[in-house]
């Protein structure tokens, strides 16, 4: 289930969270001017609404240009920058609610078009934000009744689920065969994060932009741009199993 930034709905990363970049770039598609929600409830903390324009030399702070630092009742503190200038809409040490808009999506500071840039920070570091744009999926286990109890099937089937384990305990991909269409799945079902980048990289599969277009093509994923919603349908296939190998 999805937690949205955009008032507009249709967020796409245009830069992912890595080690040099601890934050993602959000545009809303077709490239519509949107304005900004709150992820959580809290209590802005910083507010930095005078800078009029783009500025490619700035250091420091003022890279963010306009910006709202939030600590979310969560804990956590959620910081939006690059904001259009006279668009800030709430004030340092006021409470607001969840799904508040708080500005407009801008290119003010060091950024190169309009854009949201998005840090969330827990504790000391800086996790990656799609964390909070994703609830935890739930699944549930279907128990059905076995009245005769096949043994040697039962055997059969714990050696192929101790050969799965072992995959995945070495970070390699597990490709789940059907034998009746010989279709093939990727499976990454220890991955608890939000990220369909990193779940693929974890089991050494190719996570670039062009290998998850064809992805989401092979699975049904039409007219793919890389937009939360895409990225999270290939990810809840990836972690239920049911993702279709190239």
């Given at each position: 289930?999805?937690?949205?930034?955009?008032?507009?709905?249709?967020?796409?990363?245009?830069?992912?969270?890595?080690?040099?970049?601890?934050?993602?770039?959000?545009?809303?598609?077709n490239?519509?001017?949107?304005?900004?929600i709150?992820?959580?409830?809290?209590?802005?903390?910083?507010?930095?609404?005078?800078?009029?324009s783009?500025?490619?030399?700035?250091?420091?702070?003022?890279?963010?240009?306009?910006?709202?630092?939030i600590?979310?009742?969560?804990?956590?503190?959620?910081?939006?920058?690059?904001?259009?200038?006279?668009?800030?809409?709430?004030?340092?040490?006021?409470?607001?609610?969840?799904?508040?808009?708080?500005?407009?999506?801008?290119?003010?500071?060091?950024?190169?078009?309009?854009?949201?840039?998005?840090?969330i920070?827990?504790?000391?570091?800086?996790?990656?934000?799609?964390?909070?744009?994703?609830?935890?999926?739930?699944?549930?286990?279907?128990?059905?009744?076995?009245?005769?109890?096949?043994?040697?099937?039962?055997?059969?089937?714990?050696?192929?689920?101790?050969?799965?384990?072992?995959?995945?305990?070495?970070?390699?991909?597990?490709?789940?065969?059907?034998?009746?269409?010989?279709?093939?799945?990727?499976?990454?079902?220890?991955?608890?994060?939000?990220?369909?980048?990193?779940?693929?990289?974890?089991?050494?599969?190719?996570?670039?932009?062009?290998y998850?277009?064809?992805?989401?093509?092979?699975?049904?994923?039409?007219?793919?741009?890389?937009?939360?919603?895409?990225?999270?349908?290939?990810?809840?296939?990836?972690?239920?199993?049911?993702?279709?190998?190239?």
């Amino acid at each position: 289930m999805l937690q949205h930034v955009l008032t507009s709905m249709n967020e796409i990363i245009t830069n992912d969270y890595s080690s040099s970049h601890k934050a993602i770039d959000i545009v809303s598609q077709n490239n519509e001017n949107s304005d900004i929600i709150s992820l959580e409830d809290g209590t802005v903390e910083t507010v930095v609404s005078n800078v009029k324009s783009t500025n490619h030399n700035s250091k420091g702070l003022a890279t963010y240009g306009n910006f709202i630092k939030i600590k979310q009742t969560n804990g956590k503190t959620a910081l939006y920058a690059h904001l259009k200038y006279g668009s800030i809409k709430v004030n340092k040490g006021q409470y607001i609610n969840k799904g508040t808009i708080i500005g407009t999506m801008g290119d003010t500071g060091n950024a190169y078009g309009k854009h949201l840039h998005l840090e969330i920070k827990n504790g000391n570091n800086k996790e990656n934000p799609i964390i909070s744009l994703n609830e935890p999926i739930k699944t549930e286990i279907k128990k059905e009744e076995i009245t005769e109890p096949n043994i040697n099937q039962e055997k059969q089937n714990n050696t192929i689920q101790e050969k799965q384990e072992n995959i995945i305990n070495q970070k390699q991909p597990v490709i789940v065969n059907e034998n009746l269409n010989n279709i093939q799945y990727l499976e990454n079902k220890n991955y608890k994060y939000g990220s369909i980048v990193d779940a693929l990289k974890e089991i050494k599969v190719d996570s670039s932009y062009n290998y998850r277009k064809q992805l989401a093509n092979q699975n049904g994923i039409r007219n793919y741009h890389g937009t939360y919603q895409q990225n999270v349908k290939l990810l809840n296939l990836l972690k239920t199993g049911k993702l279709k190998k190239i």
